[in-house]
């Protein structure tokens, strides 16, 4: 049975921190693609998918390919942490046994790349009948045989580059989660807004909620709205989440939702909207925050103090 779910996520949109897809530290230059690949798996099955590798540069290249599987960082921010080597997160200990890189009918653990060649890998995945559902995170890395990851643990890599690989393996069981946190300053002098959002998925699975922000100004006018970009967030884990204006901002890792309006008056009123998946559940909660301008302040201020001054001046008069 041949089951894939695959595609490609552009890193325009990336809803997943990962390494550059092309990368360059020192003289390394190599690029892969895709950066993301997501997979979904009934048993038994057998996937295949492309990996590209390209030698950017006029210098041949040996790489070595290691797996490594990961998990969200403690930042919640989007950025991933690897595990120790032979170190699993899921329900099958031996997953990455079941997983192989081929070039041509030939199965490979190191590659070499000409000046400016390109390499169409292929990735296998064995899944037997019975296999435990659940879900599987893991890069593949392309890494310069110079280097070496050690005990090497952050999501930017050291003269190497990888793709990460999201394994759901079975039917994915009841969506589970909750907004932990919806904040913003409660006092303003002007604008834009921060808001602060963040999401806890409670589920086995991952998730790619979606929703929005609606900003009622004091009226109940409609004054404003970020649509909440879709972000991978891992198995129980949390994530803060962020607005589709950034997703081509170089803050990858920002932790709040931008609204850009400047000039900013009265009582607001934000309300988000958060649905987990195409099924629910849905979620929404609400917050109020006040904009006075700093020169209404001081004018207010100026003339608070002329007012007193005359008021105290005919009293003593009286």
């Known amino acids: 049975m041949y089951m894939p779910v695959l595609f490609l996520i552009l890193t ?3 809803l997943l921190n990962t390494p550059d897809a092309y990368a360059q530290e020192g003289q390394f230059s190599v690029g892969i693609l895709p950066p993301i690949l997501e997979i979904n798996a009934d048993p ?10 390209h030698n950017l540069n006029d210098n041949s290249r040996d790489l070595n390919i290691v797996f490594r599987s990961f998990r969200p960082s403690d930042q919640k921010n989007g950025q991933i942490e690897y595990l120790a080597e032979n170190k699993i997160e899921g329900p099958d200990p031996l997953i990455l046994q079941k997983i192989g890189i081929y070039e041509g009918e030939r199965q490979v653990s190191k590659i070499s790349l000409g000046p400016f060649e390109t390499k169409e890998l ?14 599987y995170y893991f890069s593949i890395i392309f890494i310069s045989q110079a280097e070496s990851l050690g005990s090497f643990s952050q999501s930017i890599l050291p003269g ?15 969506t589970r989660g909750e907004i932990v946190k919806f904040s913003s300053p409660f006092f303003l002098g002007s604008g834009p807004v921060p808001f602060t959002l963040l999401l806890r998925n ?5 998730i790619v909620p979606r929703g929005r922000i609606m900003i009622k100004n004091m009226f109940g006018k409609d004054a404003g709205k970020l649509e909440i970009l879709p972000q991978y967030i891992l198995s129980n884990s949390e994530r803060y989440m962020r607005d589709t204006n950034q997703a081509t901002s170089s803050a990858q ?5 931008l609204w850009p309006e400047k000039f900013l008056l009265g009582i607001y009123t934000a309300k988000a909207f958060v649905k987990l998946s195409e099924n629910g559940p849905n979620f929404e909660t609400s917050l109020t925050f006040v904009a006075l301008p700093l020169y209404i302040i001081f004018a207010i201020s100026f003339f608070a103090f002329i007012l007193l001054g005359i008021y105290l001046r005919v009293r003593k008069r009286l």
Do not use: C, R, Y
């Open 44 to 53: 038994p099955a057998k996937i295949e998918s492309i990996i590209s590798v």
């Open 160 to 174: 190497g580059i990888g793709t990460n690989v999201i394994l759901s393996v079975g039917k994915k069981g009841e």
């Open 122 to 135: 292929k990735m296998k995945i064995s899944i037997e009948p019975g296999a435990p559902i659940g879900d």
């Open 202 to 206: 409670n589920s086995e699975h991952f």
């Open 253 to 257: 890792t920002s932790q709040t939702l």
């Open 12 to 14: 325009l949109t990336m």
